[in-house]
């Protein structure tokens, strides 16, 4: 388990004890495959606030009017835009823009300079927000974020925004610190730090609903941190839905055509879209 290897590595290595570099090794692993954008998507750049660049895929909605609701689509923890089209790809057929992006050190985006740190990945969300709000094609008052994984904490926590109109998080974890010690115990919770928590930035929502999908058997981000952070979207009057995917996996809810489905009706109903 790459938790294990990474938390063996900190604790031999007197230098690499800082927090920063742990959540590095363990949480973030890119890929730089360099893949052009399919033919139906536009690649696309845009800038960060601390004058970085950023790559993505544009995929403009099918058969809508112009401008269209469109969702932001913030991908795990690995590989680049290559590996993550086809959990959002299928929302273009729908009527929905949609923008699929690599953080910085990932894929075709500048490096990051020094280690990657979570707040830089929230940055880079705010960022592509920033993005989609200059284009023309895009409706600004019809945006939702659609979180996978790392990007399910990454997206709630942008969606403080108020652009941001509804949220769908895939298989997202509660806390750091939880999903830490879920692979390497006591130990794990001991050296991650706190912040960005799912369970504190969901209650920050306000008026703005949210769609918790998990599967039941996901192994990698156990079921339980959908529920937690479920309740604490109740605890703090958000408007949530839960759908536990029996037997589905961290994967598998990514290609489910009942997810899907309700994904796309949880769209039209908060964002007023259809095709």
């Not at 052009?36 to 690649?43: K, R, S, V």
């Not at 990007?151 to 895939?170: C, D, H, M, N, S």
Request: hydrophobic content about 45%.
């Amino acid at each position: 388990m790459l938790w294990r290897l990474a938390l063996a590595v900190a604790l031999s290595m007197s230098p690499l004890l800082a927090p920063g570099c742990l959540e590095a090794s363990a949480f973030y692993h890119p890929a730089h495959r360099g893949n052009t954008a399919p033919a139906h998507a536009l690649d696309v750049r845009f800038p960060t606030t601390d004058g970085l660049t950023l790559h993505g895929w544009f995929f403009p909605a099918r058969g809508g009017a112009s401008p269209a609701p469109t969702v932001l689509h913030v991908h795990g923890n690995s590989g680049d835009v290559s590996g993550h089209r086809f959990a959002c790809d299928f929302l273009a057929d729908r009527g929905f823009n949609v923008l699929l992006f690599d953080y910085r050190g990932f894929g075709a985006s500048d490096p990051a300079r020094g280690i990657l740190r979570r707040k830089d990945l929230v940055e880079d969300t705010a960022a592509a927000l920033d993005y989609l709000l200059t284009r023309q094609d895009v409706d600004p008052e019809r945006i939702a974020v659609f979180g996978y994984s790392l990007g399910a904490v990454l997206g709630l926590a942008a969606a403080e925004r108020p652009e941001i109109g509804a949220v769908v998080a895939y298989a997202g974890f509660s806390t750091w610190k939880g999903v830490a010690s879920d692979h390497a115990g006591p130990l794990g919770r001991a050296l991650i730090a706190r912040g960005y928590d799912a369970t504190e930035t969901v209650a920050r929502l306000g008026d703005r609903p949210v769609l918790i999908v998990h599967g039941t058997a996901d192994r990698v981000v156990p079921y339980r941190h959908a529920e937690l952070i479920y309740a604490a979207a109740q605890r703090a009057g958000i408007r949530a839905e839960l759908m536990p995917v029996e037997r589905g996996s961290h994967i598998s809810i990514g290609s489910d055509e009942r997810v899907r489905g309700a994904v796309v009706a949880f769209l039209e109903r908060e964002l007023g879209a259809g095709p």
